[in-house]
C-alpha cells in the first residue's frame, strides 16, 4: 500500500539551513506537500509542488523532487526559532484518493 | 474568514462515557476528514465525508467510533464507550472543489485533545 517516510528528528543552530527528507511509494501521486505544524495547533499547508516539476522556491523554501527514486526534499534557509515545528510530507494517492501523510520531522532550531 | 472550528478544545473523562466531537468546516468547502494524532501513531485518517457522504470509514478504528455529517457546515465524531486507549487529539480539516494545490490542501481545525481516564 501507500506509505510516506521520514525521518523524525532534526536539530539545527539558527542560521544554518535545515533539509528535511521524505520518501514515498505512489507513483501516481500527482501533487506532494508539505505541512507545518506548531505546538498546540493544526496542520497548515506549508508548500506543494507539482509532480511534472523538479524544483520549486518560495522565498527561504526549496522543494525537490526526483521521481525516479521517490524522494522529496524540503530545504528551509536561514533557519530561525520560529521555524521549530514538526514538518509532514504528505502524497496524494491517486490510487486511493487520500492524502497520506509521513510520521512527521520535528525541527528543533537551537539559538 | 473563520477557519476550521472545533469543540471542545479539551476534553476530559472517564472510561465508559459517551465523547462527542464536534466540527465545523470552512464554507464552500465540500470535503471533511477527521483525523487522529497519537505520538505512538503519528497522524491517522479515520473517516472523510464529500458531499456530506462518508466515502471512506477503513480509518474508523472499530464501532465505539462513529461520525455524521448531517449538512455541508457541521460534522460529529462520537466515541461510545470511550477507552483510556482512545486518548488523542482529533483534527478536522476540510479542503475546498478545486484548490490551488490540488485535492490535497486541507484545511486544519486546531484539534480537541481528549484524554480518557
Known amino acids: 500500500g501507500e506509505d510516506v517516510e521520514q525521518s523524525l528528528f532534526l536539530s539545527v543552530r539558527e542560521g544554518d539551513s535545515s533539509v528535511i527528507n521524505c520518501t514515498y511509494t505512489d507513483s501516481s501521486s500527482t501533487y506532494l506537500y508539505w505541512y507545518k505544524q506548531e505546538p498546540g495547533a493544526g496542520l497548515q499547508l506549508l508548500t506543494y509542488?507539482?509532480?511534472?516539476?523538479d524544483m520549486k522556491q518560495d522565498q527561504r523554501l526549496t522543494v525537490l523532487l526526483n521521481k525516479k527514486d521517490k524522494h522529496l526534499s524540503l530545504r528551509i534557509a536561514d533557519t530561525q526559532t520560529g521555524d521549530s515545528a514538526i514538518y509532514f510530507c504528505a502524497e496524494f494517492s491517486g490510487n486511493t484518493g487520500k492524502l497520506i501523510f509521513g510520521q512527521g520531522t520535528t525541527l528543533q532550531v537551537k539559538p | 474568514d473563520a477557519g476550521v472550528i472545533q469543540s471542545p478544545r479539551h476534553e476530559v473523562t472517564e472510561m465508559g462515557q459517551e465523547v462527542t466531537l464536534r466540527c465545523k468546516p470552512i464554507?464552500?468547502?465540500?470535503?471533511l476528514f477527521w483525523y487522529r494524532q497519537t505520538m505512538m501513531r503519528g497522524l491517522e485518517l479515520l473517516i472523510y465525508?464529500?458531499?456530506?457522504?462518508?466515502?471512506?470509514d477503513s480509518g474508523m478504528p472499530e464501532d465505539r467510533f462513529s461520525a455524521k455529517m448531517p449538512n455541508a457546515s457541521f460534522s460529529t465524531l462520537k466515541i461510545q464507550p470511550s477507552e483510556p486507549r482512545d486518548s488523542a487529539v482529533y483534527f478536522c480539516?476540510?479542503?475546498?472543489?478545486?484548490?490551488?494545490?490540488?485535492?490535497?490542501?486541507?484545511?486544519f481545525g486546531e484539534g480537541s485533545r481528549l484524554t480518557v481516564l
Open positions: 465525508f464529500n458531499n456530506n457522504v462518508p466515502i471512506d
Open positions: 464554507s464552500g468547502h465540500n470535503s
Open positions: 509542488i507539482f509532480s511534472n516539476m
Open positions: 480539516a476540510s479542503s475546498p472543489p478545486s484548490g490551488r494545490a490540488g485535492t490535497g490542501e486541507l484545511f
